[in-house]
DNA sequence: CAATTGACCGGAAACGTTTACGTGTTAAGT
DNA sequence: ACTTAACACGTAAACGTTTCCGGTCAATTG
């Protein structure tokens, strides 16, 4: 049995279509009569209106495309909660797709964004190959970048300061004595990129230099404790660990922690993202806070904004990190 | 700029709409010539295919809602992890719409994804009160529960053995020799009850009789440390407080750091879930693994077969629940 | 050579809405 | 009493698809 249509809810109290509309739509051609009885019909009969229909009529679909890697990651549930806050308050609803870190995963996950015609799309891009984001400005479809940019083209975001982030962990790892940093990064986008040169080029201005060898990629879908296991397998005796994000760095104590290794007296790790749970690990993760639930809130706010008025210039929001000092190091 | 319309293909290679559309389609009515003529046309004006004209014509949307009480909680990140994995094979998509366990949110979220015509749904319902379901059993969209069963009402669900949850947690603090337990439970679900009686029952079978004030229902929306100071405050001297969920047994570990209790000396800890973080928190938490992943696995895969064949019965799946023992017992 | 077949394609209806336009009724104004 | 405006409502078009039905044209058949 077909959802009921406006049609039947007409023809229940013998009115035409038309009419029908303007009474639930409180349009003031119909008298209170006929609005009542139209009211009284919807709701026997269970009348809900398709958005379909709407969408198709008005060429807006009150859905936002919600784009990220994986929902898995605390980082991007905190985001997606701060988005959904907003949007919801303007009757804008989410449509989550899952990218899992793959380029192919992500141009699926576009496309079918763009064919169920939402009318904006706040994502996580994985590549920092423009291919994607030209694809949305071709279908001109209103975006932000949250969490990631995509430097070879010009978009609306909302990032922290990575290269600040990388810094900061030099700064605070330097200042705990640790010259042997092993930095366990992430692959793919562009803030990994900035964490590192703000990480290095700060460890060489206080004369560190570390080689290829202490900067460890992890492969996607892959435990970071590997690449742990990897680096002391070579040999590597780390004092303290980097990692891009909070998730790695929870890894990183498994592994720390399987390899019979103390943290901080025998290896120090930090992290970033400062994810809630944090603070209640063993030892409380030191790590670096980028304000995951304000980019959502922020990049959200941009996007409405670019709903209502067409013309808005790009915005760029570039939120200020925060060191958050416990104890793994 | 409006999005690129099959009327645009058509008009800009020659044919009419229909020939255009079978050409896209992959039917064999059409001549290679043509067809090559359409697919050329379409990619250069970067045509994407509406779903919402689609659906309106076939009735489907391919998108499935899934209705929860937040993706915050990485129980239902699991959960939805789980049910994204299945469906994006079958071509599905995910409406993700959630209810901040508010009766209210749940029913003005159930509006919109009834009004999006989504195909099938997914919810972890907030209430027990049969309303919300009565509502779908109305519109007759196919529907599963996840994590939450709803007794008064026949329907598809997956969920764990509550009442074993509770009563293994029972056995499992009483054979550490606690008798003196804090039951910090959730409220407005059926899962909550259920664990509540298996707990409180097997206490009594082995001659512990817990009063009311044993019990802790946490308000929605706040910190469960505060229902173990409440408790704390009024006298009590619980050697082990047993909670619904991890996401409050880690509240409870920060409370009780707050109050400079040791775990699990001082008092033991334990929770329900298995999140991944719980490996690596201080002291290791002592949990009850009920396959979130699975689940989500699981429901939609009931959901899938509703939707091939919509005269399937109503099934029910009860997964086993496993002791998992770490350090906090 | 006429009739039949088949390949290929266009016209048009349908899905469920919303709104511009037209029409009929009634009350007010002269 | 006649015009006019206001009101209430119906008709129909449009949004972007898909498919049914029919038509054209060339090739095959007898």
Redo the contacts with the bound molecule.
């Keep these: 049995m ?9 023809k229940r109290c ?12 409180n ?9 009542a009885k139209v009211l009284k019909a919807a709701d026997e009969i269970g ?4 958005s ?3 969408g ?4 807006e679909t009150k859905v936002i495309g919600v784009l990220i890697t994986t929902i898995e990651n605390p980082f991007y549930a905190n985001v997606v909660s701060g988005i959904e806050k907003v949007v919801k308050d303007h009757g804008y609803n989410i449509l989550l797709c899952s990218s899992y870190e793959e380029v192919q995963q992500e141009f699926a996950a576009l496309t079918v964004l763009l064919e169920q015609r939402v009318d904006g799309l706040i994502l996580a891009p994985v590549q920092s190959k423009p291919e994607v984001l030209e694809r949305l400005q071709k279908n001109n479809v209103p975006f932000v970048l949250v969490g990631r940019n995509i430097p070879s083209i010009e978009s609306s975001y909302v990032v922290s300061d990575d290269f600040k982030v990388g810094a900061m962990a030099a700064e605070h790892l330097l200042q705990q004595g640790h010259n042997r940093v092993l930095f366990i990064n992430s692959s793919r986008n562009y803030s990994a990129e900035l964490r590192l040169k703000g990480f290095l080029q700060t460890m060489r201005q206080h004369g560190v230099e570390l080689g290829p060898e202490w900067v460890k990629t992890v492969p996607v879908h892959q435990d970071a404790k590997y690449s742990l296991f990897e680096a002391l397998d070579q040999g590597l005796k780390p004092s303290a660990v980097f990692c891009f994000c909070d998730c790695m760095a929870l890894e990183i104590l498994g592994g720390l922690k399987e390899r019979s290794f103390k943290v901080p007296e025998d290896v120090a790790v930090m992290g970033v993202d400062n994810l809630n749970v944090t603070a209640l690990t063993d030892p409380p993760l030191t790590t670096i806070d980028i304000q995951n639930y304000e980019m959502g809130i922020r990049s959200a706010e941009i996007l409405l904004k670019k709903l209502q008025e067409p013309e808005t210039q790009h915005m760029q929001i570039i939120l200020p990190p925060k060191l958050v000092k416990r104890n793994s190091t």
């Design positions: 077909a959802p009921a249509t406006l049609k039947d809810v007409a013998g009115v035409s279509v038309a009419t029908a509309s303007r009474a639930l739509n349009r003031n051609e119909v008298s209170p009569a006929t609005r009348y809900v209106p398709s379909l229909a709407k198709l009529w008005s060429g």
